[in-house]
DNA sequence: CCCGTGACGGGGG
DNA sequence: CCCCCCGCCACGG
C-alpha cells in the first residue's frame, strides 16, 4: 500500500523510520571522529536526501545519546552549529572531544572522517 | 494548494 | 575560484 493511499495515516510513517535510522547512525560515530550529512544519507540508500538528515536531528534536539555535534557538511564545516542554543556551543563539544576547529571548519576534516558505510562493511 | 525555506550535495558553466 | 540550478522532502504561511 502506498502511503498516500492509507487515509488513516494522520501524519508520518517512513520518517519515522528513516529519523531513527539517522539517530541509529549518528550514535555510532566514535568519540572524536566526524562525519557528514551526505554520508549518512547515502548509508541509508537515500544519498540525494541528505537535506532530510539535517531535518532528522533537528527534530532530535539535544537526545543526550546522539552526539548531533559529530555530523558536519560536506567540507567539514559546522553549518549546524546554530541549533545548539549557544554561538559556539557545537564548537566547545568538538574542542572537548580534541577536535581542533578554525573558522567554522574542523582541521584535519578529511583525517578525522568517519564513513559510516565502512562500518556496515566491517560488520 | 502553491510556495518559500532549509543542519545538504552534486553537476555544470 | 565563483555562482546557479536541480533533486530531495517536511513544514509553515
Not at 566514535?30 to 547515502?42: D, E, M
Not at 540525494?48 to 532530535?60: D, I
Not at 567554522?104 to 564513513?115: I, N, P, Q, S, T
Request: proline letters at 5%; one cysteine or more; aromatic letters at 8%.
Amino acid at each position: 500500500m502506498t502511503p498516500s493511499s492509507n487515509p488513516h495515516r494522520t501524519k508520518t510513517t517512513n520518517n519515522d523510520n528513516f529519523f531513527a535510522q539517522v539517530y541509529d547512525v549518528v550514535r555510532l560515530i566514535p568519540y572524536g571522529r566526524v562525519t557528514s550529512y551526505g554520508a549518512i544519507a547515502k548509508c541509508l540508500g537515500s544519498p540525494q536526501s541528505s537535506r532530510m538528515v539535517g531535518w532528522a536531528l533537528n527534530s532530535c534536539h539535544n537526545f543526550s545519546d546522539v552526539p548531533a555535534h559529530r555530523v558536519l557538511n560536506r567540507n567539514g564545516l559546522l553549518t549546524g552549529k546554530v541549533h545548539f542554543g549557544g554561538a559556539n556551543v557545537m564548537q566547545q563539544l568538538l574542542e572537548s572531544e580534541g577536535i581542533t576547529i578554525e573558522d567554522d571548519r574542523v582541521v584535519d576534516f578529511e583525517k578525522l572522517f568517519w564513513d559510516p558505510a565502512e562500518e556496515l562493511l566491517n560488520g
